[in-house]
């Protein structure tokens, strides 16, 4: 059985930063990629980042030049390094990874998510 489990989330001033880690566990026999969407209140689940394990990163427009994803020298973390935060990047922060595990194809599993409130 496969877990996501993410940690860092927290109040914060706005131009404050945050990091945001997650760790895969289980029987994983392959990752894809690993990332972060986002879900505010009233509003969809949004793509923040996202990391293939050949290297290719994708940003939300919303967050480029602010935020950095990494993968740990474990690949089966990944980190969010969120900085210049804003009230508008309060939501709950959920890690996704796409992986593919003991008897099961690549699909796609979430942590239970983190909450990050950017307020004064």
């Known amino acids: 059985q496969v877990q996501l489990v993410e940690s860092g989330g927290g109040l914060v001033q706005p131009g404050g930063s945050l990091r945001l880690s997650c760790a895969a566990s289980g029987s994983i026999l392959s990752i894809n990629v690993m990332g972060w969407y986002r879900q505010a209140p009233g509003k969809q689940r949004e793509l923040v980042a996202t990391?293939?394990?050949?290297?290719?990163?994708t940003y939300a427009d919303s967050v480029k030049g602010r935020f950095t994803i990494s993968r740990g020298n474990a690949e089966n973390t990944v980190f969010l390094q969120m900085n210049s935060l804003k009230p508008e990047d309060t939501a709950v922060y959920y890690c996704?990874?796409?992986?593919?595990?003991?008897?099961?194809?690549?699909?796609?599993?979430w942590g239970q998510g983190t909450q990050v409130t950017g307020s004064s």
């Open positions: 996704l990874g796409n992986l593919r595990s003991t008897g099961r194809a690549y699909m796609n599993y």
């Open positions: 990391i293939r394990t050949g290297g290719t990163i």
